[in-house]
């Protein structure tokens, strides 16, 4: 039996690719056990859909604030967004950002710019390295950027690299450029996620994967965060204990979720 499950990174139908009420997945989560949960929908800074999610990150907080409401003590709610590029547009990402009193920002690249998400990629067709280079550069330049709490879905591309057959791509070329994105991070007092949708998806790993969060550890990270990316409640909280049982193997003895924008830590067990 596990304890202190908390999953950091799920999307409500206030995403624009989510499905279920904050309320229903509140309700999906205290079922299965969890601790709590952080919602965390999408501001996508480069799908230039910005009066739609700055509406709908409105009413996610609303919602979120509602549900805490109805459900007191017993579970943990957190209201998170999950900020995408925010070198497309800074001066919006601000406004994102002040929009409400969030207690999370998860900060992710899902696209090199003037191209689609990665997703939309047939890695069969597309050469991975390329992509490869151009992520890990806008990482860096979100990890400068530094007004998110941690790193989303580091290694993102190799979801779909892999989900394409693509099992030769390594990406031992970029561990250069890998390290100064982790080392700053860990300067800046910030934290990476483990990303586990992975695991329940043809990839067959978190992002990043162990080798980057050991990495991470050793460059003297300490704040790490476990989220499934859960767009339905059925997603709510699978393959965090996996993700917890990684931290324990990468040498951590805490993760972490956050409230106002501060990390508060749990015992991995
Ligand atoms: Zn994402
Ligand atoms: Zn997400």
Known sequence: MLYNLFDSHTHSDNSFDGTHSV???CEAAVQKGLLGIAITDHADMDYLEEQQFLQRLKQSYFDVR???MAYGN??????GIELGEPDADYELAERVLALDEFDFVIGSIHTVQDKNDFYYNDFQQVDP???????????LKLVQWNKFDVLGHFTYPMRYILRDGRRDVTLERYDDIIDEILRLTVQNGRGIEINTSGLRQDMGETMP???YIKRFKELGGEIITIGSDAHRAEHLGSNIADGMELAREAGFAYFSFFKQREPRMLALY
Do not use: D, N, Q, T
Request: glycine letters at 8%; aromatic letters at 20%; one cysteine or more.
């Open 23 to 25: 309320m229903f997945m």
């Open 66 to 68: 509602k549900a805490r």
């Open 74 to 79: 017993s579970f943990i709610l957190s209201s």
């Open 129 to 139: 390295y390329g992509l490869l280079g151009c992520y890990f550069e806008r990482m």
């Open 209 to 211: 994967p162990l080798k």
